[in-house]
C-alpha cells in the first residue's frame, strides 16, 4: 500500500471568521472552510465579530464564540472529505492585539477533554475575563502615555519594542484590565493572544506567544526576542509569569492533543507548530524573506510591509516585528486609514462612469501631474497622523488651489498614496528591490502602472486572496521541515514550488519623483500643522 501523501493544515482567526485551508506538498490548495461569526453563531450577537461598546473606544469580541466556531470549522472540513490522518502539522494565523485571559487550572481542561463532546460544551467558565479587547479597541490612551513616560519616552519604547505605545497594542490592553477589572487579573493563570490561544486548544496544553506576534505588545524587545523587565513591571504585577517565554515562530509547541486524536483522527505525530498573527501571516503567505521584498495591499485600509535585517524603528511611523520566517530578520510594516473607500471616493467625484472611467484617466495623465500633489483624507490618518478629514490640493509652485481637473485628481490620489509609502516605507528601512500588489485595488493595472512608476521597481500579482490563511498553512509546511531536519532550513526551500507571481509593470525611475517627493514631504508637514 503506497504512502498517503502529506497535508498541512493553517487556520486563519480573523475579526469575522474562522477559516481553514489544506495545502500539500506542492503548496496547492486541497480544501477549505469558512465560519462566519456574525452568520454562522448569531447567538454571541456581534457585528463584524465584534461588540462596540457604548464609549465608543471599547471594542470587544467573546472568546467563546471563537471555541463554537472551532467546533464548527472542523466539522465543515471533515465534511468536504478532509483525512485529518494526514495531516502532518497545523499552525495559525490570529488577529493580532486581541487578549484572552485564562482562569487557574484551564490548561489541565484541556488536558482532560472528553472526545465524545464538542470543544465549547467543556470549556464554559474557563475565561476569567468573558470579553477579549481586540485589534480595534482604541480605549487605552491613558496607559499608552503612561508607559512612554516609564520607559523614556515614545521613541525610546519604539527602539525596545518596535512601536510608539498604541492604545491597540496588547500590554496596554493587559494594563487596562489589571486597573478596571483587578478580580479578573487576579484570577488569571495565563494571558494569551488570539494566536496562542488557539495554538493551545490544538496542543491542549499552554501554548507560547510567538516572537512575531509578541512584537505587537509593546513589550517584548525585539532584539532579544525576551520580554523587557521595565515593561512587564509597569504594566501590571506578576506579569512574567502570566504570559510565558516567547518562542521562535517555526518552532512547534508539541504535537497535536489527544482530543484531537481521538475525536477526528488526527496522527498523533502531526505538529502544532507555534501560531502567529495575521500580519506576520500575511508576510509568510506572501512569501517576503529578502531585504528588499514588499508587499502593497490595497483594500479598505491600505498597508505596506516588507523584509528587513535592521530595525529602524520611528516614533512617528509604522511598526516594526520580529519576522516570522527568518530567526533573525524583521518585518517592517505601515498602516493607512484611507484605502478603498476614499479611493471610491474622489472616484466618485473625477469620474462618475466608475472605475473603467478613472483608470483611462489614469492612462492618459502623465507621471508627475505637472506637479501637482493631493492630500485625501476621508478619514483621519494614521500615516501621517492627521486628526482631521481633509482634501487639500497644491500646485507645481507649493500653492494651495481648491480644485483639479478630473484627470489631476484620479492621477493626484494615486501618487500621494504612493509617494506616502515611498517616504515613510523608507523611513523605516522598507526599501523595496520588487513590489507583490494584494488587495481589490491589485486588479487595476492603471494603478499597478502608476505603483510601478513612483517607486521605479517591478511590480508582481498573484492570486493570494487569503494571505493570512495561506500563510498559516506555509508555517506549518516550514515548522515541519525545520523539526523533520532538526535544524532551521530557510523559509524559500521549504515552500520552493509555491504558485508564482507574475510581473504586471517593470518602469523605469521617473526623475520627476525625485524632486516630488521632498516637495510632498513638505506640503505633508504642512498639512499635519494645519498650515495654509
Known amino acids: 500500500m503506497g504512502r498517503r501523501e502529506q497535508l498541512f493544515l493553517g487556520i486563519d482567526s480573523s475579526t469575522q471568521s474562522l477559516k481553514g485551508i489544506v495545502i500539500d506538498t506542492n503548496k496547492r490548495t486541497v480544501t477549505t472552510a469558512l465560519v462566519n461569526f456574525d452568520a454562522d453563531i448569531p ?41 485529518f490522518s494526514t495531516i502532518a502539522a497545523v499552525s495559525g494565523s490570529g488577529q493580532q492585539h486581541g487578549t484572552v ?24 467558565g474557563i475565561f476569567a475575563v468573558n470579553d477579549s479587547p481586540v485589534w480595534m479597541d482604541s480605549s487605552t490612551s491613558e496607559e499608552c502615555r503612561s508607559l512612554e513616560k516609564r520607559i523614556g519616552g515614545a521613541q525610546a519604547l519604539a ?40 495554538a493551545s486548544l490544538f496542543a491542549c496544553r499552554y501554548a507560547p ?114 519576522s516570522p520566517i527568518h530567526p533573525s530578520g524583521y518585518m517592517a510594516m505601515i498602516c493607512y486609514r484611507n484605502g478603498s473607500l476614499t479611493r471610491e471616493d474622489v472616484r466618485n467625484r ?26 485625501y483624507f476621508k478619514e483621519p490618518e494614521i500615516t501621517p497622523p492627521v486628526l482631521t478629514a481633509q482634501y487639500r490640493r497644491f500646485d507645481g509652485e507649493n500653492r494651495e488651489t481648491r480644485n ?13 498614496m504612493f509617494l506616502s509609502m515611498k517616504l515613510h516605507g523608507e523611513n523605516i528601512g522598507i526599501i523595496p528591490r520588487r513590489i507583490l500588489a494584494t488587495g481589490g485595488g491589485s486588479r ?30 506555509y508555517r506549518a509546511l516550514h515548522g515541519y521541515e525545520c523539526r523533520r531536519q532538526g535544524r532551521f532550513i530557510p523559509f524559500s526551500g521549504a515552500i520552493a514550488g509555491a504558485p508564482a507571481f507574475h510581473k504586471a509593470f517593470d518602469e523605469k525611475a521617473h526623475p520627476v519623483y525625485g524632486d516630488m517627493i521632498l516637495r510632498y514631504r513638505e506640503l505633508e508637514e504642512r498639512t499635519q500643522r494645519g498650515d495654509r
Request: charged residues 20%.
Open 43 to 83: 447567538e454571541y450577537q456581534t457585528s463584524g465579530g465584534v461588540h462596540r461598546h457604548e464609549d465608543g473606544l471599547t471594542v470587544t469580541s467573546p472568546p467563546m464564540m471563537w471555541l463554537r466556531a472551532l467546533d464548527l470549522l472542523l466539522g465543515r472540513l471533515q465534511s468536504t472529505g478532509t483525512d
Open 101 to 124: 485571559y485564562l482562569k487557574q487550572e484551564t490548561e489541565k481542561k484541556l488536558a482532560a477533554l472528553n472526545p465524545e463532546r464538542s470543544i465549547h460544551s467543556q470549556l464554559d
Open 159 to 198: 527602539n525596545i519594542t518596535g512601536s510608539r505605545a498604541y492604545e491597540r497594542f496588547s500590554g496596554n490592553q493587559i494594563a487596562k484590565i489589571c486597573k478596571t477589572n483587578r478580580s479578573g487579573y487576579e484570577a488569571t493563570e495565563r494571558i494569551a493572544l488570539v494566536s496562542s490561544f488557539m
Open 209 to 322: 506567544i510567538d516572537f512575531s506576534d509578541g512584537s505587537g505588545m509593546n513589550l517584548m524587545d525585539i532584539r532579544s526576542r525576551k520580554w523587557d523587565e521595565t515593561a512587564l513591571k509597569h504594566t501590571a504585577p506578576g506579569l512574567a509569569g502570566r504570559l510565558g517565554e516567547p518562542r521562535a515562530s517555526n518552532e512547534a509547541a508539541g504535537h497535536i492533543g489527544g482530543y484531537f486524536v481521538r475525536r477526528y483522527g488526527f496522527d498523533p505525530e502531526c505538529l502544532v507548530v507555534n501560531f502567529s498573527g495575521d500580519n506576520p501571516c500575511s508576510l509568510a503567505g506572501l512569501r517576503l524573506e529578502e531585504p528588499g521584498d514588499a508587499a502593497i495591499s490595497m483594500g479598505t485600509s491600505d498597508t505596506m510591509f516588507g523584509a528587513l535585517m535592521e530595525p529602524r524603528p520611528s516614533a512617528s511611523e509604522g511598526h516594526i516585528f520580529a
Open 350 to 375: 473625477c469620474a462618475p462612469g466608475g472605475w473603467a472611467e478613472f483608470s483611462a484617466m489614469l492612462e492618459r495623465t502623465q507621471p508627475g501631474n505637472k506637479g501637482k500633489i493631493g492630500f
Open 404 to 416: 483639479f481637473s478630473p484627470q489631476e485628481d484620479a492621477r493626484a490620489v494615486m501618487e500621494g
Open 444 to 473: 487595476n493595472t492603471a494603478i499597478l502602472r502608476v505603483m510601478s512608476q513612483v517607486f521605479g521597481v517591478p511590480v508582481f500579482v498573484g492570486d493570494v486572496s487569503d494571505s493570512a490563511a495561506v500563510g498559516a498553512a
